[in-house]
């Protein structure tokens, strides 16, 4: 992989670029893969050559299929319960598990979560979508046939936009669009676990018949950071919804990419599929990987075929999946148990319907909640901060609503505070994998901190001191923390006055080179003032008194 | 509703009558498969069945065709329905459900079912720890003691 690595370098002539944290945030913070990406896109989202210079350069094409787990008491077309881990076969009920005589009942929930989703990336909602079976044998799908919405989804022709930072400067943020294809209604199979020792498959239908909506996206995306980007802020508007938990760790969120790559100008090429992939990170990785992979083979004369390939994570690669040979008949056919579902809107309204059995499109979107991107104008504009801080802040979950408590609740200006917040806080967390709501400092202790170090008792160096030691949860208030260890800021003038007098005396030499006209020199005489006082005086004032001093 | 009709009459082994409101007057009906005027059953040029396609049925539907009598009953059963491309479905809206002209019904999403995991697993012949127990991978096609199916054997 390093031998490739360094070729993508060589053969791009320095536009391969190494991935920065932003907002001077610690590593391992932030949605994107740390360290070296495989691919660079360049600003309008091409790729750049890779292999020796001289080649025509290579397009990557990635388009994303997701499937998120409605968020819902029941299942989809079943009033069985959806939990995460529960005892196998338990959460199953009659229909769930095929037996004959079974109909699918429609849950309510799901539809309205669907049009919620379908609204939230600018959907068109079909008043009427259909229901179909789609046919396949597969031992943990015991119908023989997934119900989903092959013909007339729920919702079409929608788009997700997404921010990028460009390059390694925090401050260049680039919108994104990718467009979402469709989103449709659709059953979960069941759980297969493989025992090879003993030659069989230990089924588990806990998890059939649970409510999914695929979103299919258009292949508008070039690179796994892109598809990484796309794909967390997805889980945020899920979230904000309510609509999907999105959880990727716990299957709510399942992602599988199709990788292609074309020389520019010619048809799009032959795209795999990559399956397996368990986070955002992994699918950055998985999707460069497959990329690289691709424009390999083809460099040296392959072919890509139209496989399904599984991601290994261990071994940062893509392999061929078995059982996935060729193409897959799944002799799509209506669902003849369903009707059409009918969604209304203010206009088309039935006047004698029973209230529970209509769906209105327009009261669904008159309750949709703020979605990040706009919680993320308010909080720019409401505080004065940075887009990539506020991109930050929502990325964290809890950590707005935290931040604005500390706004609440001291004299100091967000914008300073957002400094201490994305700096200090929030990599103490990272470090020490803590959530915000896990955090030790509340949002009143570091309000209280602030505090100090705005009326200036404090130096800013003593504020990051005391935080460190509430950082250890001793349950003490910044003020106690400071009596403690002596970091009060000096006071008096008059001392202080009589401080600097001595650092002057002490500094001839020093002192001549800042008469002459060398500024620096003054930083010493600062230092030397702060090592006397054991850092304990005001920068600021100190400078202003030695610099009063000098020019008498 | 045109559909179910028609159902009928192929069941009775007749040709449909010809529906004359629906085609403008003198005008033969177009765009189907060109087989002449209707008699008992169309013996015009069906489709045969290529091996392909049968090794793709048996593939995909996991059966077996088990000898020639099989494949010709499918032959059978294609040139039967191939009688429905009779019928001038010229602007007329395809029917997926006999339910259309229904409401579907939408449940509460209300806990009501499950917690039956016993009388479940009374049904699968093998079980371990409350597991349904499949064979490894995916489902195999069934084959018969030392014998290849018809089609495999008739390569």
């Known amino acids: ?552 | 509703m045109r559909v179910l009709s028609l159902g009928r009459w192929l069941r009775a082994g007749r040709v449909p009558p010809r529906e004359p409101a629906s085609r403008p007057s003198g005008h033969r009906h177009s765009g189907h498969r060109p087989q002449g005027p209707p008699q008992e059953l169309p013996q015009g040029p069906s489709q045969k069945v290529s091996v392909e396609v049968l090794e793709h049925l048996e593939h995909l539907a996991l059966v077996d065709f088990r000898d020639s009598e099989g494949v010709e009953r499918l032959q059978k059963a294609i040139q039967f329905a191939d009688q429905l491309h009779e019928v001038n479905t010229d602007g007329v809206e395809p029917m997926d459900s006999v339910l259309e002209d229904r409401c579907l019904y939408l449940r509460e999403d209300d806990v009501t079912e499950g917690n039956c995991t016993k009388e479940l697993l009374e049904n699968a012949r093998e079980t371990v720890e409350e597991y349904f127990v499949a064979p490894p991978g995916n489902i195999p096609l069934v084959k018969l003691e030392g014998q290849k199916t018809f089609l495999q054997g008739s390569k």
């Open chain 1, 1 to 552: 992989m390093a031998a490739v690595l360094a070729m993508v370098a060589r053969g791009c002539g320095g536009v391969w670029r190494r991935l920065r944290q932003r907002c001077a945030v610690r590593p391992g913070s932030g949605p994107f893969p740390r360290g070296e990406r495989a691919v660079a896109c360049n600003a309008r989202g091409g790729m750049m050559s890779a292999g020796k210079s001289g080649l025509t350069p290579w397009i990557p094409v990635v388009g994303l299929e997701i499937h998120a787990q409605i968020s819902s008491n029941s299942k989809l077309f079943s009033g069985s319960q959806v939990q995460f881990a529960a005892p196998p076969n338990s959460l199953v009920s009659f229909f769930d598990a095929s037996l004959p005589g079974t109909l699918p009942v429609l849950n309510r929930r799901c539809v309205e979560a669907a049009v919620m989703t379908g609204l939230a990336l600018n959907c068109h909602i079909n008043k009427k979508s259909l229901f179909d079976r789609k046919h396949y044998f597969y031992a943990d799908l015991p119908a023989g046939y997934q119900i989903t919405q092959q013909r007339v989804p729920i919702a079409v022709n929608g788009s997700l936009s997404y921010s990028l930072c460009i390059d390694n400067k925090m401050s260049q943020m680039v919108t994104k669009t990718v467009r979402i294809k469709q989103i449709q209604l659709e059953q979960d199979s069941g759980k297969s676990l493989h025992d090879d020792a003993r030659s069989q498959t230990l089924v588990d239908l806990n998890r059939a018949g649970v409510g999914l909506m695929e979103l299919v996206m258009e292949p508008d995306m070039c690179c796994g950071e892109e598809a990484a980007a796309a794909v967390r802020e997805l889980q945020l508007i899920l979230q904000t919804l309510g609509s999907s938990q999105a959880v990727m760790a716990e299957g709510q969120l399942r992602v599988d990419a199709n990788v292609s790559v074309h020389h520019p100008g010619e048809p799009y090429g032959v795209r795999t599929e990559v399956k397996n992939i368990n986070s955002i990170r992994f699918l950055a990785k998985a999707v460069d990987y497959e990329i690289q992979r691709q424009i390999e083979e083809l460099g040296n004369g392959g072919t890509i075929s139209n496989e399904t390939r599984a991601f290994d994570s261990k071994l940062g690669c893509t392999v061929p999946m078995r059982d996935k040979e060729g193409k897959q008949d799944y002799r799509f056919m209506p669902e003849p148990n369903l009707p059409p579902l009918i969604l209304y809107d203010a206009k088309s309204l039935p006047a004698n319907m029973n209230h529970q059995q209509v769906i209105n499109i327009d009261w669904i979107r008159e309750r949709l909640p703020d979605l990040p991107s706009v919680k993320r104008e308010k909080l720019v504009e409401q505080y004065g901060i940075l887009p990539e801080h506020s991109f930050t802040l929502l990325n964290e979950d809890g950590l707005p609503e935290f931040f604005e408590n500390v706004v609440k609740q001291t004299q100091m200006k967000p914008k300073k505070v957002i400094g201490w917040i994305l700096n200090d806080l929030l990599s103490y967390l990272k470090q020490h994998s803590l959530t915000v709501k896990e955090s030790p400092v509340s949002s009143f202790l570091l309000a209280d901190l602030l505090n100090l170090l705005e009326k200036k008792e404090i130096s800013s160096t003593a504020a990051k001191q005391v935080l460190a030691e509430l950082w250890k949860g001793k349950g003490k208030t910044p003020l106690e923390t400071v009596k403690e260890q002596k970091l009060e800021l000096l006071q008096d003038q008059k001392e202080l006055e009589q401080i600097c007098q001595a650092v002057i005396d002490g500094q001839e030499n020093e002192v001549m080179a800042i008469k002459a006209g060398n500024q620096k020199v003054l930083n010493k005489l600062i230092g030397l003032v702060q090592k006397k006082t054991q850092g304990r005086s005001n920068p600021v004032l100190v400078k202003q008194l030695l610099e009063k001093k000098l020019s008498e």
